[in-house]
């Protein structure tokens, strides 16, 4: 499907075939995609330095030579001035560990099918490597996600985490600071394929007076330009998370809006989600389907919380006291939402997911990286219900209010929220009230943000 269009990167005619030519059609090539070259790619005049990068990384591999980080041949130094040169906001060595990082999983990425098949795979990552096999066909096949070879293949990272976010905001507001890129345009995180570079940038943000949140990602998507392999990080997750992961990042491959993070991760997070639902569904697994109801129920009360204490900060940084009354409120409210969580935790029977969330701080940025998930996912689940559940017509509608301007879509999705609501109690209503927890699920965090 078309991920990354010249409506979506808003580049220049020229600009923009240059990008697709050489991005799409060299790279791919080069790093192993079956993906037909595209029309004219032999007339651009930097084809020779997209060999030069697959002859390095080809003989490398050939001969078993470690790559030395950070090395710059000659076949890397044109990327790094063209995005220097179309990117201006950011640095060309932000962009050199971007291109190194991304490059070395494409060398080392394996086709989920050789390795099946190899005799000296373990037994239990061939066994994990089947579920992902059958679980990236039921994405296709069922979820309407598109049919390339993004997540088969695999590649072991050997270390904990793909990369590494940095998010930040402002001491006295929720509004996250944002990061404008190449391809995905401005995004409310920067990522890293190190944790100390990561690391790094968080400390000199933090110098600055920002709240900063350094976190792991486990898998992050190229928007199609690339066939995304699935990091070793992953793969021996739990069932019903790893068909999730997979699902999330191949829907980032369906609609995708410049400048609009909030909008593209809840469509991803609801897609993850009623995927999730259909797979154990289809698996037939009585207890994964009752553990992965449980887990959202505790996630819908995480997120409850988080989304009342951002109001209470709301209020406080939107009122006229003084920035000294403003950070006590705010200590204050932190230590109530700590307090609230080791109530609620409680009733959970045992379950301690999100302690390491609490355990790491709190601060306005790791409030800000929850509400860029899952501020907006009411209104999708909504939208995706009044399709019922036809994916492809939930898609086609999704994609039509991506060509909105973002106020537009905001809008829509809160009338969709308020509706689905409305809606849901209205059941609630004709069922009666006294079979079990009569909150409908689905509006509660519409509710709580006004949204």
């Keep these: 499907m078309p991920v990354v269009s010249r409506r979506l990167l808003r580049l220049s005619d020229p600009v923009y075939d240059v990008l697709h030519v050489e991005i799409s059609g060299r790279l791919r090539l080069a790093y192993g ?28 591999k050939t001969t078993g030579q470690a790559r030395e980080p950070r090395r710059r041949t000659p076949g890397r130094m044109p990327w790094l001035v063209i995005a220097g040169l179309l990117a201006g906001c950011e640095t060309m060595g932000y962009y050199a560990q971007s291109i190194d990082g991304h490059l070395r999983l494409m060398h080392d990425q394996e086709p989920v099918s050789e390795l099946v098949d190899a005799e ?68 409310s995180y920067r990522g890293y394929f190190s944790q100390t570079s990561a690391e790094a940038y968080g400390d000199k943000l933090a110098q600055q007076g920002y709240d900063v949140y350094v976190g792991g990602v486990p898998a992050y998507s190229t928007l199609g330009w690339f066939d995304d392999p699935l990091p070793s990080s992953v793969v021996y997750w739990p069932e019903p998370r790893l068909a999730g992961l997979i699902f999330h990042e191949l829907a980032h491959q369906v609609v995708y809006v410049k400048d609009d993070s909030g909008f593209n991760e809840a469509f991803a997070v609801t897609v993850e989600r009623e ?44 009122s006229p006291r ?15 939402m700590r307090s609230r969580y080791a109530q609620m935790k409680a009733g959970w029977e045992g379950d301690n997911r999100y302690d390491r969330w609490f355990a790491a701080g709190l601060n306005n940025a790791r409030v800000a990286s929850v509400a860029t998930y899952h501020d907006l996912v009411p209104g ?72």
Aim: charged letters at 30%; hydrophobic letters at 40%.
């Design 33 to 60: 995609s079956r993906r037909r070259q595209p029309a004219g790619a032999s007339s651009i005049p930097w084809r020779d330095h997209c060999e030069m990068i697959w002859e390095t990384f080809r003989m490398r």
């Design 380 to 451: 999708f689940e909504a939208l995706l219900a009044r399709h019922q559940g036809r994916m492809a017509s939930f898609y086609a509608e999704v994609a039509e209010w991506a060509e909105l301007p973002r106020e537009d879509r905001r809008r829509r999705l809160a009338s969709a929220a308020h509706l689905g609501r409305a809606k849901a109690e209205e059941v609630v209503s004709l069922e009666g009230a006294g079979a079990g927890d009569p909150r409908p699920r689905l509006p509660l965090k519409a509710a709580v943000t006004g949204r």
């Design 120 to 187: 000296d795979t373990p037994p239990e990552l061939r066994e994990r490597l089947l579920l992902v096999g059958k679980i990236r066909d039921f994405a296709t096949r069922e979820l309407g996600l598109p049919d390339n070879n993004s997540y088969r293949s695999y590649v072991d990272i050997g270390r904990s985490h793909v990369v590494w976010a940095v998010v930040a905001a402002p001491e006295l507001s929720l509004e996250a600071k944002t990061w404008c890129f190449l391809f995905a345009g401005c995004v």
């Design 275 to 318: 995927g999730v639902r259909r797979w154990l569904t289809a698996q037939g697994g009585a207890g994964m389907k009752a553990a992965r109801e449980r887990s959202e129920r505790f996630q819908d009360d995480f997120l409850d919380l988080v989304f009342a204490t951002r109001g209470q900060l709301r209020d406080v940084y939107d």
């Design 322 to 336: 003084s920035d000294p009354e403003k950070r006590r409120e705010k200590a204050r409210i932190f230590a109530e």
